[in-house]
Each structure stands twice: as structure tokens, then as C-alpha cells.
């Protein structure tokens, strides 16, 4: 049987042939597709046409999947907070990163050891943090995807060498950072053209705090950047003051633990819901499951700020260590 073709169809035919691009070739294709009549005749090459288009979309999806691939800095947020360690050569990021968590990042005592991130969970109680240890940052040259890496942290732990310059080492990162719109989110108020800007909580800490030794060179560092800066000393080479700053992270991040209880069952104490400060009952709802927020009649807490078991409203304001019960 004859396809008796119309003159659109080979109009969007002439298109699809002098189309440069696969969006505009499926565009034309499908135009082929609408003016198309619909009989036996036509039916084989029906069926020809949305083979090609299924192909031709199939390739895009393909495409831009490929390209995250490729990008070793597209890396996906995992645990209660992705924090990005940024600082210059050779003041301990790596070190800091293969001590906390389970990466193995490259280690050496020469400069631009790190070419790529390289993230690792570091445990914290009974949840994770996500450390990315990143390349060096360098006034010569910084790839894009890292800066784009760190404009999507949450957090940013700028590291310094406590025992070379870290005055100068903090005040070069930042004026590098400043330079791409990366701004420490406790300096917001001095910044008109808000918009423009990227804010994010950072943390300074000033590694090689080695021993008692040391201290000193900490006070005089710390009397320098007079109180513009959160801080924190730790020495990766020995351990000391590790686990204070795990500790200072989640503290910094505002996040909240807050555990699920099933009615008439124990709470799972084992692995916790973890919440921005200042979430509601509402809010960890939505996080156990999509649908309860909406469905949600009433919920129990246990908890510092109420007697066990209490009823509360949607909208109470969850702490710490929070265990609720959902009804819905």
C-alpha cells in the first residue's frame, strides 16, 4: 500500500536532513511523525521514525551522563554534610583527609601531591560527614570544576600551617576565593552586591599544632586575625585535637540527630534521621517518607525539652537526639 505522503512531511523530511543539531533532528522527526497519515501504508515507516527518535535521545541522555562522569570533580553528597578542605600546598589536607576518614588520598611531603578530590565519610557517633579533599588552590591556575566543587559545599575547612606563615596562607586563599565569588558567610555584612556572591560557613584550622611547643605560635596566629575567624588547631601528625574538631564540624554545620520510632516498638537509636537546626516535626516527616508529611495526624517525641512520649504539633522544633514517633 502507497504511503500518499503530504507535502509537510517531506518539508520536515528536507529540515531533519539540514539539521545540524540532535535536538533539532528529533524535533524535526517528530514533526515528520504529527503530519504523517495514519494507515497500514505508513505503519512500517511509523515505526522507523520513533526507532530513530528513541535512538537519537537515547544518545543525548548517554552524553550527559558521560560528561558527570568525566568530571572528577562532580562529586555527589553523601552523610549529614559535605565539607570541602581547601588551603595552598602542602599544609596537611591530604594527611588531615586520610586520618579522618576511610579515603586514601596521596600523601607526600612535596608540594601538589593532590591533582583531583578525593572524598572519604568520616564517622562522628552514629553518623558520617563527607571530607573532599581537593587539589591545592593556586593563584596560577584554578580548574573551574573546583571552584564550582566548592561553591556546592556546605561547609569549607580552610587548613593553614601553623608553623609557616598561616597569616599569609589565610589571607591568599581568601583573597583567591573572594576573586571567584566564594565568600565566608560570617563576613556576609560586609558585602553589598549580595547576589552576586556565593556564601558559605568556613572553618580555619591551623594544623601542625604539634604540642604545647606549638601553642604559642597558635596565640600569636590567632591575635593576628584578631576574632574575624572561626578557629581550630589540630596536628594531623600526631592526632591531637582530632577529635575536638570532629566535633567543631558538627557543630558548625547545625545539623541534629533525630531517631525514628515505630508505635508500640523500641526507637532505632542506630541510625539517626540528621536534620538542619530548627527543623520540625514536619520537616522529619518528609525526611522518613514523602507522603508523611502531608498524612501526618499526630507525633510523639522523646526528648531533653519534653516528658517521654508527648504529644506535639506539627510545627514543634525538634533537638538533638530527638526519638518521634509518626502517626499517620
Known amino acids: ?18 539539521a545540524k543539531t540532535v535536538p533539532e533532528k528529533i524535533a524535526h522527526l ?19 521514525l520513533r526507532k530513530r527518535i528513541s535512538k537519537l535521545k537515547t544518545a543525548i541522555q548517554s552524553k550527559k551522563s558521560l560528561g558527570k562522569r568525566d568530571s572528577v570533580f562532580q562529586i555527589d553528597k553523601e552523610g549529614a554534610g559535605q565539607v570541602a578542605v ?43 560527614i563527607q571530607l573532599v579533599d ?13 571552584l564550582d566543587l566548592i561553591r556546592r559545599s556546605d561547609f569549607i575547612l580552610l587548613v593553614v600551617d601553623l608553623q609557616t606563615d598561616p597569616v599569609q596562607q589565610l589571607e591568599e586563599t581568601i583573597s583567591l576565593l573572594e576573586e571567584h565569588r566564594i565568600i565566608p558567610r560570617h563576613l556576609q555584612d560586609r558585602y553589598a552586591e549580595q547576589g552576586l556572591l556565593k556564601f558559605i560557613p568556613f572553618l580555619v584550622l591551623a594544623n601542625k599544632n604539634d604540642d604545647e611547643n606549638t601553642d604559642e605560635n597558635l596565640e600569636i596566629f590567632r591575635e593576628l586575625i584578631n576574632a574575624d575567624w572561626p578557629l581550630c588547631s589540630a596536628s594531623v601528625t600526631n592526632g591531637r585535637n582530632l577529635e575536638l574538631l570532629k566535633m567543631t564540624l558538627v557543630e558548625r554545620l547545625k545539623i541534629i540527630r533525630v531517631y525514628s520510632k515505630a508505635p508500640g516498638k523500641e526507637a532505632d537509636l542506630t541510625s539517626p534521621f540528621v536534620l538542619k537546626k530548627g527543623s520540625t516535626v514536619e520537616d ?44 499517620i
Request: aromatic residues 8%.
Open 284 to 327: 522529619f516527616a518528609a525526611k522518613v517518607h514523602k507522603d508523611f508529611a502531608e498524612k501526618l495526624k499526630l507525633a510523639k517525641v522523646w526528648g531533653q525539652g519534653v516528658f517521654d512520649g508527648q504529644m506535639v504539633q506539627r510545627d514543634y522544633a525538634l533537638q538533638d537526639g530527638d526519638v518521634v514517633e509518626l502517626h
Open 86 to 128: 581547601v588551603g595552598p600546598a602542602n599544609v596537611g589536607k591530604s594527611a588531615l583527609v586520610a586520618a579522618l576518614t576511610n579515603a586514601n588520598p596521596e600523601v607526600a611531603d612535596f608540594p601538589l601531591t593532590t591533582w583531583k578530590p578525593t572524598p572519604g565519610m568520616m564517622p562522628v557517633e552514629n553518623m558520617q
Open 1 to 18: 500500500m502507497s504511503a500518499n505522503l503530504p507535502p509537510d512531511y517531506y518539508e520536515a523530511e528536507k529540515r531533519y536532513r539540514a
Open 30 to 48: 517528530e514533526d515528520m511523525l504529527t503530519v504523517m497519515p495514519k494507515h497500514k501504508g505508513t505503519d512500517k515507516l511509523r515505526a522507523g
Open 134 to 146: 581537593t587539589p591545592p588552590l593556586n593563584r596560577d591556575y584554578v580548574e573551574p570544576g573546583l
